[in-house]
């Protein structure tokens, strides 16, 4: 079978199929909104085209929502149905069915290795790797990240299809494990070869952050503007980055203005941008800033979504919110919610039992055994996403380790965030705030 532009072979007989398939997969590459269209109009021109299948069983388990199980079951299904009628496809469809039969069960370990297996020898295909490595990134797995792009780049070479995609997802698993230098340097190259790569440019992004490079971070975002404005709700991501570097230079009333007109400039319950604004705010208010009543719609959210613990990340985000605003009874409701799947199988049932039932207990003061926070600290990358999302979480244990006079947790904890990251004024700031005896907001 031929191979399509981002270097995929395909079953697919349709010529309008394979042109808009190439369009969602760019889309996917640049984080572009009109992904979803493009991969419809694919699936239209060839209801049997197993790659778009494929693809939109991901999209649904990536956004970790429990309503969207099971659209990616029947897309599995329509999957498997398609590779039978298409007497077993491509070995490229093949893999790919086989990865989201994994993904589907909550084993995106097991995905995104069997993604990593299936295409040992062409690993600068763009949509496994892509899809693996987005995988990883919710799993917090950058060992696997970083490993999966130094292969890549054994063979790499700049007239590879999405040859600057690839080299953004290299730059951001590099700037992951603090190589802040050459990730930036591999960032810019990315950019510089395709300036859609919103994932090239959100790694550098990082670094200036990381590194505590407010100017610097700030020159980056705005000259970039042009691109990243122009991304489905990434764009509300890469304005969090923004607010982030403004509120470093205490440019509070700034901040807020980001809040409200980029990074939450609509109420949706998407858990990335619940996260942007929850971990915003609750560093706003360590801060001393008034945040006015703008905790109050993102709580109503966690309270509707209280009970769906398809990524712990999100729901410790969730619960964050529910703290914020002193609603007890939910809050219980979703910890309990936790502690209901920790008891199952798959990846968040693992994660939620070693990390986030104790980091949710230690969030809301129930129970938590002294000198245990160093140790939560240390194990947070399972719970996913990036340094820069998880220092939230740090911060927040930061908090309770001075809370309870732990000196020693505490002491432990700032550390391991001097090693990624430069002093700010937000680990003084939580300390300050932790002599206060008052866990719950009073609102």
Known sequence: MPLDAFDLSTSSASADATVAFKEAVRGLAAHRPSTGIALGRALAADPDH????ALKGFANLILAREELAAPAREALVAARRALAAKEDGTADERALVEALAYAAEDRFTEAADCLDRRFAHRPTTFLPFKIAHALRFMLGDAAGM???SQRMMTVWSPDRPAAGFLLGCHAFAIEEHGAYAAAEAYGRQAVAMEPDDAWGLHAVS?????????AAGIAWLEGSRGSWSRCNNFSFHMAWHLALLHLDRGEHERVLRL???????????????????VSLLWRLERLGVDVGGRWTELAEIARRRRADTSLVFASLHSLIALVALGDRPAAAELVMALQVRAQGRG??????ADLGLPLARAITGIGGERGSLDRLAA???QIGGSNAQRDLFVL???ETASRRGDAPALRAIRGARHRLKAEDRL???VDGRASSPRLWAQR
């Open 50 to 53: 197993v790659a778009a299948l």
């Open 396 to 398: 927040a244990l930061a």
């Open 347 to 352: 990846d968040q049932a693992r994660v939620a």
């Open 146 to 148: 970083l490993a999966a």
């Open 379 to 381: 194990a947070l990358p």
């Open 206 to 214: 990082h670094v200036h952050e990381m590194r505590g490079e407010t």
């Open 427 to 429: 680990i003084a700031a």
């Open 259 to 277: 809040y409200d007109q980029e990074v939450r400039p609509t109420p949706t319950d998407d858990f990335r941008d619940m996260a942007n604004a």
